[in-house]
Nanobody, 125 residues
Framework: QVQPVESGGGLVQAGGSLRLSCAAS????????MGWFRQAPGKEREFVAA????????DYADAVKARFTISRDNAKNTVYLQMNSLKPEDTDVYYC??????????????????WGQGTQVTVSS
């Protein structure tokens, strides 16, 4: 079992950058694909980025491609989301999630078994 805990959210001006971290407990972390999702109040959860267990396969939503970068450090049981050129429409609660052991990356939230509590990102115009 993996328990993700997000950090790094905050308030930033448009055009700025933030780096989110997701520290995940659990012995199987290095074999779990990890994903970032975001959700605004009253809206459906939206895929942002995902990375496989080794870090050599990544996927991004079109809305964040070329601005966001997902990475992981298995020695630290941590996944990162570097967010550059932030826009007001990036304002959301960002969630980190882990798949079951051995599963590949996915943009569908139903494929993720373990979720963090979320961290708020607010981008002012």
């Amino acid at each position: 079992q993996v328990q993700p805990v997000e950090s790094g959210g905050g308030l930033v001006q448009a055009g700025g950058s933030l780096r989110l971290s997701c520290a995940a407990s659990g012995r199987t972390f290095s074999r779990n694909a990890m994903g970032w999702f975001r959700q605004a109040p009253g809206k459906e959860r939206e895929f942002v980025a995902a990375i496989n267990w080794s870090g050599n396969s990544k996927d991004y939503a079109d809305a964040v491609k070329a601005r966001f970068t997902i990475s992981r450090d298995n020695a630290k049981n941590t996944v990162y989301l570097q967010m550059n050129s932030l826009k007001p429409e990036d304002t959301d609660v960002y969630y980190c999630a882990a798949t079951q052991y051995g599963y590949g990356i996915s943009k569908y939230d139903s494929r993720y078994a373990y979720w963090g509590q979320g961290t708020q990102v607010t981008v002012s115009s």
